[in-house]
């Protein structure tokens, strides 16, 4: 494709105004600019432009995306015309915390309440907040919460521990706020080694960050024993709701002794993601660390409610006002829309779609932990890499093949990870062409693996230097 400047003639015009009917002042000289050297194209040029460069995205909405640890699945359309209702949308934030005006934002109120109740019941926990905007900033505010926690019990903790499948986001948030991150290996099972723990867990941590399932896709059988070993030093537990989508409506983190968690509502509850976003990162809490919970936040009082402002012990704003109040309307309404029972249903067909894909694969690429997987699935395609096809060489055959790549080289413990996450909305046609597909790139690699250097043939690009890519960026043309 043609780079907008190339398809510049001059003298042609996408717009037309009015001749202007007021005197027009001179503009003073020395603030004048000179050539701007825009484009000139025509209307219906601009149009093509845009719209052709439009199609080359990639997204849930063209096709399948089975991009582990981010959850892509369909956002259905109607969370979109809801989140656009007037009486929402136009809603000033500071209707929320002037107190005359409240009355007048009673509905929006009402429904964050009512959300925060439906996130409690869900994950198990007491109280929940909003306001953060994003998984990674839920994980900051709670682990701030934590800190403040011990804090307020002049208990001098210095130390978060986290698994080393453990996201990036955890280690970073833990020492954002200042702890030192200490990182314990998994077991042959993928899971925390408990013995290794036990070394470390002493009156220094202040937290054990856990995911559940894990980003190997696994349960963590030992949860309640490592909570239970965290909770005997004081150290609390943080649960990273990542992957909260394989097990909604079955376990709750509360019940397995976590003490404060986050939903990333664009992986469990049909909110767009990134550049479809923004996103929000609810945190939920034990009764006992309600009150440093981020201000402002909504409570009920007996019939009415009310906006806490002010907090002696809140750790603070860390948003404006209560963050991405239209992501969590989207949330609600798809909580509301799947009911009780959709809620579990969508999490049984996340775990039976993955478990599918797995089964179907393991005969072809290696399966590092080969057990019964939750709701994505991790292999190891070292192997093939050995013959001269990686998962990046993978990765970019599946462009071509019209599907999303999975993640791949993530977690960090699997050599030559690839992570695959079908989702619970994909049908069984869709996963089977795509195991199909990497069928067909298991017999290339065997073949003739010097091809894969050539994909994708697809793209307008095929494989740009990423290295220059991510230090020497040029982004203009
Ligand atoms: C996505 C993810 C995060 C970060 O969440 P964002 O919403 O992208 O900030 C943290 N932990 C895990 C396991 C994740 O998959």
């Known amino acids: 494709m043609k780079l907008i400047f190339e398809e510049s003639k001059s003298g042609r015009k996408s717009f037309n105004l009015p001749e202007s009917d007021v005197n027009l002042k001179d503009f003073p000289g020395e603030l004048s600019r000179s050539e701007l050297n825009l484009p000139e194209v025509s209307e219906l040029d601009l149009i093509r432009h845009f719209i052709n460069l439009s199609r080359l995205n990639f997204s849930v909405d063209t096709q399948f995306y089975p991009l582990g640890s981010c959850t892509m699945k369909y956002n259905p359309k109607i969370l979109e015309k809801a989140a656009n209702i007037p009486e929402f949308l136009n809603l000033h934030p500071f209707l929320s915390i002037l107190p005359d005006s409240i009355d007048r934002c009673k509905g929006a109120l009402e429904l964050i309440s009512d959300f925060q109740d439906i996130l409690c019941e869900i994950t198990g926990m007491d109280y929940a907040t909003i306001n953060p905007m994003a998984g990674a900033h839920g994980e900051l505010t709670g682990i701030m919460i934590i800190s403040s926690y011990h804090k307020s019990r002049n208990s001098k903790r210095t130390k978060v521990i986290v698994p080393d499948s453990s996201h990036g986001t955890n280690p970073a948030s833990a020492s954002m706020v200042g702890y030192e991150v200490v990182t314990i290996p998994s077991n042959s099972e993928g899971e925390m080694d408990v013995d290794e723990l ?63 968690i986050h939903v990333n509502v664009h992986k469990t509850f049909g909110t767009p993601h990134g550049g479809g976003g923004p996103g929000a990162g609810p945190v939920g809490v034990k009764k006992f660390l309600e009150d440093f919970l981020p201000i402002p936040r909504v409570k009920r009082e007996g019939d009415s409610l009310v906006v806490v402002s002010n907090s002696d012990k809140s750790i603070g704003h ?133 091809a894969f250097k050539e994909l994708p043939k697809t793209t307008v690009i095929s494989r740009p230097d990423e290295t220059k890519a991510a230090k020497d960026l040029v982004v203009k043309a």
């Not at 057990?371 to 990046?392: D, I, N, P, Q, Y």
């Not at 977690?411 to 869709?430: G, N």
Request: aromatic content about 10%; proline content about 4%.
């Open 198 to 260: 036990k070394k470390h867990l002493d009156t220094d941590v202040a937290a054990v960050m856990m995911t559940c399932p894990n980003t190997l896709g696994l349960f963590e059988k030992n949860i309640k024993e490592i909570s239970d070993l965290a909770h005997s030093v004081g150290a609390l537990m943080y649960y990273d709701g990542a992957n909260l989508n394989a097990i909604m409506g079955k376990v709750r983190p509360g019940d397995l002794g976590f003490d404060v």
């Open 318 to 450: 860390i948003s404006s006002f209560f963050g991405n109040f239209a992501v969590i309307l989207k949330a609600y309404l798809y909580i509301k829309l799947l009911g009780t029972e959709g809620i579990k249903y969508s999490a049984e067909m996340a775990v039976l779609n993955a478990n599918y894909v797995m089964n179907r694969l393991k005969g072809y690429l290696k399966l590092p932990y080969d057990r019964t997987c939750m709701h994505e699935c991790v292999f190891s395609l070292s192997e093939m890499a050995k013959k001269g096809a990686s998962a990046l060489d993978f990765a970019k055959f599946l462009i071509d093949r019209g599907f999303h790549p999975p993640t791949i080289y993530f977690p960090l413990i699997v050599k030559e990870a690839f992570m695959i996450e079908p989702t619970e909305t994909e049908s069984k046609e869709t996963l089977d062409k795509f195991i199909g597909a990497i069928i067909d790139a298991v017999k290339l690699a065997e073949q003739n693996p010097v």
